[in-house]
């Protein structure tokens, strides 16, 4: 591929074969764990796990301080990052809001 104002039929099968050399095969090997869309197998179980407990952890129509939350689930040794990878998939599919500047989770559905 070169620097051109323009792109001609090589360079668009050249940009092709890079894609499916790098980006299919790496998707396809699973290599792209971790990268943004991706998650393997072992991620989602555990984000299940905690989606599940933490429907449980608190009724619909209750609140919850979220830093108790987080605290609970770190002693249970799960990952920061998953713990609130939750919450926000949770808050984007309208079961949970925050409430009190965000200190607090209030259970919708």
């Not at 991706?38 to 619909?60: G, P, S, V």
């Not at 987080?70 to 249970?76: C, S």
């Amino acid at each position: 591929m070169r620097l051109k104002p323009f792109a001609n039929e090589t360079d668009i099968d050249e940009a092709l074969r890079l894609f499916q050399v790098s980006t299919l095969d790496a998707a396809r090997t699973g290599n792209l764990a971790g990268a943004e869309g991706f998650t393997t197998q072992e991620d989602r179980e555990e984000l299940n796990r905690i989606e599940k407990q933490l429907k449980r952890r608190f009724a619909i129509g209750s609140q919850v301080s979220e830093h108790c939350i987080i605290q609970d689930f770190l002693r249970q040794k799960y990952p920061e990052r998953s713990i609130y990878k939750v919450i926000h998939l949770m808050m984007r599919r309208g079961e949970i809001q925050y409430r009190m500047q965000r200190k607090m989770l209030y259970r919708i559905k």
